[in-house]
């Protein structure tokens, strides 16, 4: 059974950074991509970011572009979501997801295993 493990989350100042982590039980080259959603309070969940891992192409949401970046260290089986600047509006639940591939906005496409999701509050 494919687990996805996350670590990471808490609370921060607006403007302060922090770095999410994914770890999969199998190995992320075996997932067609990878990515980030958010759900914010009360909101739907909506993906922010997806990487392939055929050619580590990277898709952000507009909201985090330029602020959060999507990588993955293929020897330890982690995707890793390094969020800078962070806003209020970033504050949510944050999930990680295999996925049968990434659309253009961010979002992986067809999620098939979730992480448990962990809180990011984003406050003064």
């Known amino acids: 059974q494919v687990q996805l493990v996350q670590t990471g989350g808490g609370f921060v100042h607006p403007g302060g950074s922090m770095r999410l982590s994914c770890e999969t039980s199998?190995?992320?080259?075996?997932?067609?991509?990878i990515g980030w959603y958010r759900q914010a309070p009360g909101k739907e969940r909506e993906g922010i970011s997806c990487?392939?891992?055929?050619?580590?192409?990277?898709y952000y949401d507009a909201a985090v572009k330029g602020r959060f970046t999507i990588s993955v260290e293929y020897s330890r089986n982690i995707v890793f979501l390094q969020m800078n600047s962070l806003k209020d509006e970033d504050t949510g639940v944050y999930y990680c997801?295999?996925?049968?591939?990434?659309?253009?906005?961010?979002?992986?496409?067809?999620?098939?295993?979730w992480g448990q999701g962990t809180q990011v509050t984003v406050s003064t």
């Open positions: 199998g190995f992320i080259v075996d997932y067609y991509a």
């Open positions: 990487f392939t891992t055929s050619h580590n192409d990277t």
């Open positions: 997801a295999t996925a049968l591939g990434c659309g253009g906005y961010g979002s992986p496409v067809n999620p098939e295993h």
